[in-house]
């Protein structure tokens, strides 16, 4: 742990502090007169420097329908540079109404991509008891310049990249995309869940896999299920990290500069055959989801995982993530330096206010 935070030390100590600037110093925040920020999106590491995402409405200090992606950049993860808003709902499209949460990630040709929720709100003769209040799709944006470091623009891509949930399912939601495995020397799929709950009966996510990012996508089936009143009936966000009882190593953390918002590819751990062919990675893993909405705090199960599947029934009782009660949404990044780091929306809603904050797991 005195490693880890001394390799804050230095950019922290060059932080120039405002006193007259009556805003957070090392967490993100609006930097206009006003703004509302919660769920931070799609944290990203590529050719060196560090970008964050953010659920943001830039004319207001509260939550609305007609959320986009806020972005800023950093080299060192405490001193941050704010960018143009990267995704904004695009009139009649599939995210009209809003530009939900999700991930990012680079694909094999070296190009940072976006996955996220796009949402239309529902009228209410739609509208059905215990479902969500909008029509969900999973939807794809890419980096118009790989090469800028800044990755200043975004260009989405048409339609839906995953499939719909398969009928008769009565969920509560299907939104906040999470990539679970990316493709490796020993099984060429990609794997990705997606936050959901199961009417009358839990919180799940649904599992899919394709050895395109862009396109092929299969459902697997849900990544795992339980009638413990726990597992609450809607998880937003969730997202998964391997665990390891060894500290990072030098020649582990050789990445070219790339880290991306999953489970690094499950770069160690033990392996077992799956139906096809491929070894398929199994070891400890906390999966965090944000229960329901945002006046819960985020609970983490210790446990297994392998192709598609969390072992919940052999997983630890729910832990919280937070003592508090203002910390929402949790978002992850495993690093070029093998550091799984950790980014928060923090949250007091006497003063309609948000920001983000990182840590280490």
């Known amino acids: 742990m005195a490693a880890l935070l001394a390799s804050f030390a230095a950019p922290l100590a060059r932080v120039a502090v405002e006193p007259r600037v009556a805003r957070p110093i090392f967490h993100l925040a609006p930097t206009a007169p006003r703004g509302w920020i919660n769920d931070p999106n799609g944290p990203l590491l590529h050719n060196g420097t560090y970008h964050l995402f953010w659920q943001n409405v830039p004319n207001s200090s509260e939550w609305s329908w007609g959320l986009g992606w806020g972005h800023a950049t950093s080299k060192d993860l405490v001193q941050w540079q704010p960018q143009p808003v990267a995704l904004e709902p695009s009139p009649g499209g599939l995210d009209r109404h809003g530009c939900f949460s999700g991930c990012a990630t680079v694909d094999v040709n070296g190009v ?47 339609g839906q990249f995953l499939p719909q949930p398969p009928a008769g399912m009565h969920l509560t939601g299907w939104r906040d995309p999470f990539i679970l495995q990316t493709p490796t020397a020993g099984s060429p799929w990609w794997y990705v869940m997606v936050g959901a709950g199961l009417k009358d009966k839990c919180g799940t996510a649904l599992v899919y896999r394709s050895k395109d990012l862009k396109q092929g996508w299969e459902y697997v089936g849900p990544l795992c299920e339980s009638a413990d009143a726990d597992m609450h009936t809607m998880w937003e966000c969730p997202i998964m990290a391997q665990l390891s009882s060894k500290p990072p190593t030098s020649a582990a953390a050789a990445s070219n500069g790339h880290a991306s918002s999953h489970v690094n590819s499950f770069a160690s751990g033990h392996s077992a055959p799956h139906s096809d062919g491929c070894s398929q990675p199994i070891g400890r893993h906390m999966l965090c989801v944000s229960p329901d909405y945002c006046v819960n705090v985020p609970l983490c199960y210790l446990g297994s995982y392998a192709a598609g599947r969390f072992d919940m029934a052999a997983a630890s009782s729910p832990q919280r993530l937070d003592l508090g009660d203002i910390l929402y949404a949790p978002n992850m990044l495993t690093d070029d330096q093998v550091r799984t780091l950790h980014v928060s929306a923090i949250m007091c809603f006497a003063l309609h206010a948000y920001s983000l904050v990182t840590g280490m797991l």
């Open 112 to 158: 940072p991509t976006i996955l996220y929720t796009g949402v239309i709100r529902k009228a209410p003769e739609e509208m059905e008891p215990g479902g969500s209040h909008q029509h969900e799709a999973q939807l794809l944006a890419v980096a118009a310049d790989p090469d800028d470091p800044e990755l200043k623009e975004w260009v989405k891509l048409p």
